[in-house]
């Protein structure tokens, strides 16, 4: 049952975001031959302090109200009232330091884009809260479907739009603004949070308590995250801060796909089973079994076809970031595989040691990237890859210890999932490897290779033997079936009166 209600969440959440992320391909291949390099470049450093300030907000709130096994209404109004306040005062520091901003990355004409996009962080800080909640109540039905209205009304839309016109930049941000209202708009009507003054302040420490140190860990995860884009833009300039934002957004679109799938569904659920250890061991080794049965041969075909969905994607002017897309496509399964073992710790309440992981991240994505950019992206690819790995395994070593398992299940589970690769992805890469120079052969050489790899993977997934299939064969049976809902109840109590 355990299994199911995880592989029902995750389906749910896989669907609709496979439907956004079709979406934000197609937008991104009509932007990206009206939206220069530079034009991508002023717009990232919007991205980065967007998603810190996010990831404070959700840290310090959002997350708290999952965690909790106990929620009461002045736990959500103490929330709700915290973050739009905090919302107002982080718009109003923003736009008065965008001139900082500007001179400190070097980049004519930001401070108005960073002013303007700042208006976002209302909706942006506020939409947390209604998030969790819906989250608590496993409504990932729900979440998907306002998170692609959203993203294809308020955002994808108006950008194609205005990017057609030759609006640049302002496209990508008038998007992005509109985009964060609608959904906030919508999220606030689902979930019908009491917004009401809260009666009993004192609740705010219960609050504070989780979501302090979780606030730090979010924000020195978005640091590692982005720590890379900083440096790309200060060393190698604007362009080279285009074409490398452009790399990372195809690199994130199978981890926003599958990755921020499983961290929503896996984290209420890990933690109302973070006093189970056994069974939190068990729901763990299933996340991990759909990383290396599913997503390591994925990461194994997007190396292969690069070129292609490059050329496809982004246009023939952006030839220059096939092989770092190709290196950075290669580690997908890690950054996947991390949100899973870091939600163990999460769940777990084990925050300070999560904290000091998430530093090290930081320092070795930092030193990776300095280092390798003196072999411009390729170089910078290599560097944050590296970095990427060691925290992976850190990451899963410290979440075995927290649920006391052991290597030797991991050593199964991921040699099962370098066979299932070797078998699926060995032929699509034989195949894959006969193009020629133009882009019709490459493209013709790379859908071979993609209908041999998708080939391969219905026969061991549906026909293979049990051992080899794995929960991957349970959870694409359950997206492909009708029979019966696939979101279920919460376990734990929840909220009261929301």
């Not at 901003?101 to 976002?120: C, D, N, R, T, Y």
């Not at 292609?308 to 092989?323: D, H, K, R, Y």
């Not at 595989?337 to 530093?359: C, D, I, M, N, W």
Request: positive net charge.
């Amino acid at each position: 049952m355990r299994g199911r209600s995880v592989g029902a969440g995750f389906a749910w959440a896989s669907a609709g975001r496979l439907t956004l992320q079709a979406s934000n391909l197609a937008a991104l291949m009509i932007t990206s031959r009206f939206i220069t390099p530079a034009e991508f470049g002023l717009f990232a450093p919007v991205v980065i302090l967007a998603s810190l300030i996010h990831a404070a907000s959700e840290g310090a709130f959002a997350t708290a109200l999952m965690q909790r096994v106990e929620l009461t209404d002045d736990h959500v109004r103490v929330s709700f009232w915290a973050s739009a306040t905090t919302a107002v005062v982080m718009m109003a520091a923003l736009i008065a330091a965008a001139p900082l901003i500007e001179k400190g990355f070097g980049f004519h004409g930001l401070a108005p884009v960073i002013a303007v996009a700042s208006l976002l962080l209302p909706a942006r800080l506020v939409s947390a809260v209604p998030t969790a909640l819906l989250q608590r109540q496993m409504r990932f039905r729900d979440l998907a479907s306002v998170t692609l209205f959203a993203a294809i009304v308020g955002k994808i839309i108006p950008t194609v739009i205005l990017a057609v016109r030759g609006f640049g930049e302002w496209a990508l941000v008038i998007g992005f603004v509109g985009q964060t209202y609608l959904e906030v708009a919508i999220l606030l009507y689902l979930a019908r949070p009491r917004m009401g003054w809260p009666s009993d302040w004192h609740c705010a420490r219960d609050i504070l308590s989780f979501g302090g140190r979780f606030t730090l860990i979010q924000s020195v995860n978005q640091v590692a995250q982005n720590i890379d884009n900083v440096i790309v833009g200060r060393l190698l300039g604007p362009a080279a801060l285009g074409f490398y934002s452009r790399v990372f957004a195809l690199m994130m679109l199978p981890v926003n796909l599958l990755g921020s799938s499983a961290q929503q569904v896996l984290f209420p659920r890990f933690s109302r089973l973070q006093e189970d250890r056994p069974a939190l061991r068990t729901e763990m080794h299933l996340a991990l079994d759909l990383v290396t049965g599913l997503i390591l041969p994925l990461s194994a075909l997007l190396a292969i076809v690069t070129d292609s969905l490059v050329l496809l994607a982004l246009g023939e002017n952006w030839s220059p970031v096939i092989m770092p897309t190709r290196i950075l496509f290669a580690m997908v399964s890690f950054r996947i595989g991390y949100k899973v073992t870091e939600t163990v710790a999460f769940a777990t309440a084990s925050l300070t040691p999560a904290l000091f992981r998430q530093a090290g991240y930081a320092g070795l994505i930092a030193l990776g990237a300095l280092i390798g950019s003196r072999w411009d992206l390729t170089g910078v690819a290599v560097g944050v890859g590296t970095a990427l790995v060691i925290f992976y395994f850190s990451s899963l070593h410290a979440a075995l210890r927290l649920v006391d398992g052991g290597w030797h299940t991991i050593g199964k589970l991921y040699a099962r999932g370098i066979l299932v690769t070797i078998l699926a992805a060995g032929p699509a890469a034989v195949i894959g490897a006969y193009t020629g120079q133009s882009l019709q052969a490459r493209v013709a050489a790379d859908t071979g290779a993609g209908l041999v790899f998708v080939g391969v993977m219905a026969l061991v997934l549906f026909k293979g033997p049990r051992w080899l299939a794995g929960a991957s064969r349970d959870v694409l049976a359950r997206m492909t079936t009708r029979r019966t809902p696939l979101v279920k109840a919460p376990v734990a109590p929840a909220p009261a009166e929301i």
